[in-house]
């Protein structure tokens, strides 16, 4: 048995990394598309299972998939990631002394046994200047992250506080994957 994570995040890989696990990294690379008029548990969920099943169609049965998506959600809509520094500045700027919503979606998959979930946490974000906003951007941090920013890096430093699991705004709640991966037979500890 394998272990393959489907997907290019550094992030992701770190964390799993730091879990001491063994495995091997083959990210899926068809597009992400939302569904319509869906809310953030159904967009994370969708977009985490069709990660694993492009994944899965390569892989063998005996292997182990893990697939995960994240969003920033912000007043019933979706924050992605920014298509450029402008985009990156309007999501800061409606982030700016507010909180949001980060959903991840978990979806593991062995042979034809597979597990999904999906993880709320709520962020609040300080005040940001626009001085703020433009270093932050200057960094380049913002512009592969969902809402334009990564609380592990320059980002923390906007973050007054986090209601739920850390990791989940890293990208991949650990508790809710170890548990996941516990009932396929995968020992953390």
């Known amino acids: 048995m394998g272990i393959i994570l489907a997907s290019g995040s550094p992030r992701r890989r770190e964390l799993l990394e730091m879990l001491g696990l063994e ?24 977009l985490a299972g069709a990660k694993a099943a492009e994944v899965a169609e390569h892989s063998g049965a005996e292997n182990v ?32 002394g507010r909180e949001h919503e980060v959903w991840t ?17 709520f962020v609040k974000f300080r005040e940001l200047t626009p001085e703020d906003i433009s270093a932050y951007i200057a960094t380049g941090e913002p512009m592969d992250k969902a809402g334009a920013y990564g609380a592990q ?30 009932k396929l037979g995968v020992k953390l500890l």
């Not at 890096?153 to 809710?176: K, T």
């Open 23 to 46: 495995f091997e990294v083959h990210p899926a690379v068809g597009g992400e598309h939302p569904p319509e008029h869906a809310g953030p548990e159904e967009i994370v969920l969708s």
């Open 65 to 96: 998939i893990i697939a995960a998506d994240t969003i920033v959600w912000l007043d019933g809509g979706l924050l992605g990631k920014p298509h450029d520094e402008a985009d990156a500045a309007r999501m800061l700027g409606l982030l700016s």
């Open 105 to 121: 979606g978990v979806c593991v998959l062995r042979g034809a046994e597979a597990l999904a979930g999906a993880e709320q946490t």
């Open 153 to 182: 890096g320059y980002a923390s430093l906007f973050v007054e506080g986090i209601r739920g699991d850390f990791f989940n705004v890293m990208g991949l709640p650990l508790c809710r994957l170890g548990k996941m991966l516990g």
